[in-house]
């Protein structure tokens, strides 16, 4: 019995018995029927995540936007379109979440009205659209009096570290992972990444390499810094 | 050398020495960085259209914006993001143009400014965002003094027969491909299409079918109207 505890504190036990809820992907935040608004999000840096997650025993759910990705195996995939149904998605057996890892990049508006039929091109040369602020879904989950060991994303294209840091407490989330969009081969539709985890009291920077390598690094930060939360 | 001109005239040969410029997909028109506004089609009846042309003996310029789909055999494709950018592909080479169908769903409008650096989500609940139209592609190239035989689409939500012949009346067009993307299972992102091709002077119904199917039944229409053309 201690030998079994022991080996499930190694590598691929790290999260045996654990319940893990990944967001990944963009939402699409609908004009009318035909249009939206979204993001060049393509959810490989969350469906990596969730793999890993898989990987060290975690019972995981993958909240997923619109992505050109296959449904990963041995977890759940609950695909969604907007902010708010991905919101109600997040909400949906969160007292069952150890940790929620919010990787994604969910449009911060919506438009206000959604036309049920096409918006016909009139012959303004200008067009003024007026979008609301969607729900803050990692911020969410970060103010539930149970709250899950929760993990952001910030993707930045300047002043990452201190953005970062403002972001993880305005939000009171545990973790964030700091990427920089504006650097060339990393992040945003890339196969690599590379990335800053910063909490409270620290920062790491792990250099850039693939996805699916990075993915492992942070589910072991991630499982790590969980197991030593009060 | 009879038998030949008599050969190229059937089936494969309908447009032999012709060459048709397809644009096709969606454009993408940035905020900033990261987001964008785009649309719901996929790419499938244009791409299906420029191979239907190639089979039947056209040289092909497919002018595609962001889609996941391959480049197909024997055409050039050049791929673009936005509106201004697929003109200007259209306009490039568009002397040696014969036909030219413009089969990709264009954002009617773009963000007046695109921002450097991503937009910061501030304390605002509410967010005006000025759009400016978008120059009209398949207008600008039936405009032109010498234009190509000019086919547009119609993806309408209601009352399509009378919106479809006022664009053609009012663009200049020489063929409108009309379809009914409120009805489920055909146009936007489905495999199958139902289109009424409407001309100055008539209509024809062409019932739902595979978007390949329909494709080559769209080019035999459009090259026996272009051959009748004066």
Redesign the interface.
């Known amino acids: 019995e201690l030998a079994q505890l022991t080996a499930a504190q190694f590598d691929t036990g790290l999260l045996s018995g654990k319940t893990v809820f990944i967001t990944a992907g963009p939402t699409r935040e609908a ?1 009318d ?9 393509s959810g490989k840096m969350g469906y990596a995540l969730a793999q890993a997650a898989v990987d060290a025993g975690a019972r995981v759910k993958l909240i997923s936007g619109p992505v ?1 990705l296959p449904a990963p195996p041995r977890m759940e995939r609950v695909q969604v379109q907007s902010a708010q149904d991905m919101l109600a998605a997040a909400m949906d057996g969160i007292d069952s979440c150890d940790i929620f890892i919010a990787a994604a ?1 969910v ?3 919506r438009p ?1 009205a959604v036309s049920e ?3 016909k ?1 009139g012959a ?10 969607n729900p803050d879904i990692v911020a969410s989950v970060a103010a539930l009096p149970r709250k899950p060991f929760t993990v952001g994303f910030a ?4 002043d990452l570290l201190s953005y970062a840091r403002s972001k993880l407490e305005r939000k009171n989330l545990d973790l964030i992972v700091a990427n920089d ?2 650097q060339p081969g990393i992040g ?1 539709n890339s196969d690599e990444n590379a990335v800053t985890l910063v909490s409270r009291d620290a920062a790491l920077v792990l250099p850039q390499t693939s996805k699916r390598q990075l993915a492992s690094q942070l589910i072991r930060q991630i499982a790590e810094l969980y197991n030593r939360a009060p």
């Open positions: 004009l029927p035909v249009r939206y608004i979204s993001n060049h999000s050109n990049a449009a911060d508006y206000t039929h096409k918006l091109k303004e040369e200008i067009m003024e659209l007026r979008l609301v602020k993707a930045e294209t300047r969009v504006s945003f």
